[in-house]
T-cell receptor, first 114, second 115 residues
Framework: EPEVTQTPSHQVTQMGQEVILRCVPI?????FYWYRQILGQKVEFLVS????????KSEIFDDQFSVERPDGSNFTLKIRSTKLEDSAMYFC????????????FGSGTRLTVV | AQTVTQSQPEMSVQEAETVTLSCTYD???????LFWYKQPPSRQMILVIR??????QNATENRFSVNFQKAAKSFSLKISDSQLGDAAMYFC????????????FGAGTRLTVKP
């Protein structure tokens, strides 16, 4: 079964530092997503990415965040100048593009900002 | 904007019994897709079942089935013969057909299965 791979599984960073969360989507998928889940809370949409550009982003996804697909396989989420409230589980997901399909999620990166 | 509401923060069920998790949603679209995801303690989100809004027949996957009421905008998940491994957070999700390619999630229902 193809999977979405996320690294690292857990990252601790100091407030104000930059972090890059990495994802390898399923190879034939066309749409890529980042979601976050603050502990005990709902899963929140951050951004969707298609054809090498952002197709939609939420109000959470401000100038602090950026996404990139640098090499055709990795899909990264960069958070500049992290804040304490950025501590959350970050999930990457990919889909074939057919809306009938659900997403395949990665196992998440737990980001802790101290 | 589409919203998804799960009114039951927590539910519990006895092993081998049946439980129903509720979900309602709000949308102006006529075509869309609905999903139930399971998030066990390992934290990975796993697709349980999906329903196309244009299909009247309720989706079924083994012990999991849905009761899709389009007019009422309701999409409940029924788990039959509950097993200890079913214990998890369950998220209802909506994905539009025309607008937005992203998926919107409800707040989740934590299901406990008692032996």
């Amino acid at each position: 079964e193809p999977e979405v791979t996320q690294t690292p599984s857990h990252q601790v960073t100091q407030m104000g530092q930059e972090v890059i969360l990495r994802c390898v989507p399923i190879s034939n998928h066309l749409y890529f997503y980042w979601y976050r889940q603050i502990l005990g809370q709902k899963v929140e949409f951050l951004v969707s990415f298609y054809n090498n550009e952002i197709s939609e982003k939420s109000e959470i996804f401000d100038d602090q965040f950026s996404v990139e697909r640098p090499d055709g396989s990795n899909f990264t989420l960069k958070i500049r100048s992290t804040k304490l409230e950025d501590s959350a589980m970050y999930f990457c997901a990919s889909s074939e593009g057919d809306r009938a399909h659900g997403y395949t999620f990665g196992s998440g990166t737990r980001l802790t900002v101290v | 904007a589409q919203t998804v509401t799960q009114s039951q923060p927590e539910m519990s069920v006895q092993e081998a019994e049946t439980v129903t998790l509720s979900c309602t949603y709000d949308t102006s679209e006529s075509d869309y897709y609905l999903f139930w995801y399971k998030q066990p303690p390992s934290r990975q989100m796993i697709l349980v079942i999906r329903q196309e809004a244009y299909k009247q027949q309720n989706a079924t996957e083994n012990r999991f089935s849905v009761n899709f009421q389009k007019a009422a905008k309701s999409f409940s998940l029924k788990i039959s013969d509950s097993q200890l491994g079913d214990a998890a957070m369950y998220f209802c999700a909506y994905r539009g057909f025309y607008n937005n390619n992203d998926m919107r999630f409800g707040a989740g229902t934590r299901l406990t299965v008692k032996p």
